[in-house]
C-alpha cells in the first residue's frame, strides 16, 4: 500500500503558483519524498526528491516540513501543460516505488 | 542522452496468447523495473532487474515474467493473456548500484496492451 496521502484534485488558476500537499505520517528515516507526475497516457515524469531539507530545481520546489511528515510540491507559475496527476512517493534507497492515487491538478486558463 | 524506449508502443492480442514487451535503458543505467497501469487499480509495480538478477518483485500471477540482458536492455512476458491484462506497460531505469546510493527512476512512454 502507498504511504502517502494526497488529495484527489486541485484547482489553479494559470500563472498562479501550484501547491500540492502530501502527508507521509509515518515515514522512516531513511525513506525519501519523491515527486512524480504523470500527463495523460504518458509515462511518469520524474520531478523532484528530497530527505530532509528543502528541495528545488529548474521544474519545482519542495518543502518538508521539519517532523518530515508531511510536504508540499511547489509549482512557481502553473500552465496548461501543468495539467497532470500528480504522485507523492516515498521510498527507500534501491526499493520499488510504489504509487499511490496522486492529486489530478487542473490548470485553469 | 536518450531516454527509456519501449517497444512495440501498441499492441492487440486475443485471451490465450503470449506477449513480450521491450524496454531499452538510458545508456549506462544497470537497474530496469516494469510497472502496469490500469485504470481499476493504477499504477503497480511488477518486478526490477538489476545486472541480469530479479532483485524485486510485486504481487503479480507467475504468468508475468521478465529478464535482462547483459546490455542491461529488458523484457517482460505474460503468458495465458487474460482480458484484466489489458493494460499500460510502463518501463523504468536508473543507475541504481547495489551500494545502497539512492537514484531516480526514470519512465519510457509505456506499451499499450489490448487483450480481446
Known amino acids: 500500500d502507498a504511504k502517502t496521502t494526497q488529495p484527489p484534485s486541485m484547482d489553479c488558476a494559470e500563472g498562479r503558483a501550484a501547491n500540492l500537499p502530501c502527508n507521509h505520517s509515518?515515514?522512516?528515516?531513511?525513506?525519501?519524498v519523491y515527486w512524480y507526475r504523470q500527463i495523460h497516457s504518458q509515462g511518469p515524469q520524474y520531478i523532484i526528491h528530497g530527505l530532509k531539507n528543502n528541495e528545488t530545481n529548474e521544474m519545482a520546489s519542495l518543502i518538508i516540513t521539519e517532523d518530515r511528515k508531511s510536504s508540499t510540491l511547489i509549482l512557481p507559475h502553473a500552465t496548461l501543460r501543468d495539467t497532470a496527476v500528480y504522485y507523492c512517493i516515498v521510498r527507500v534507497v534501491d526499493d520499488k516505488i510504489i504509487f499511490g492515487k496522486g492529486t489530478r491538478l487542473h490548470i485553469l486558463p | 542522452k536518450a531516454g527509456v524506449t519501449q517497444t512495440p508502443r501498441y499492441l492487440i492480442k486475443t485471451r490465450g496468447q503470449q506477449v513480450t514487451l521491450s524496454c531499452s535503458p538510458i545508456?549506462?543505467?544497470?537497474?530496469v523495473s516494469w510497472y502496469q497501469q490500469t485504470p481499476g487499480q493504477g499504477l503497480q509495480f511488477l518486478f526490477e532487474?538489476?545486472?541480469?538478477?530479479?532483485?524485486n518483485k510485486g504481487n503479480f500471477p507467475g504468468r508475468f515474467s521478465g529478464r535482462q540482458f547483459s546490455n542491461s536492455r529488458s523484457e517482460m512476458n505474460v503468458s495465458t493473456l487474460e482480458l484484466g491484462d489489458s493494460a499500460l506497460y510502463l518501463c523504468?531505469?536508473?543507475?541504481?548500484?547495489?551500494?545502497?546510493?539512492?537514484?531516480?527512476?526514470?519512465f519510457g512512454p509505456g506499451t499499450r496492451l489490448l487483450v480481446l
Open positions: 545508456s549506462g543505467h544497470r537497474s
Open positions: 509515518t515515514i522512516s528515516g531513511n525513506e525519501y
Open positions: 532487474y538489476f545486472s541480469e538478477t530479479q532483485r
Open positions: 523504468a531505469s536508473s543507475s541504481s548500484t547495489s551500494g545502497g546510493l539512492q537514484e531516480t527512476q526514470y
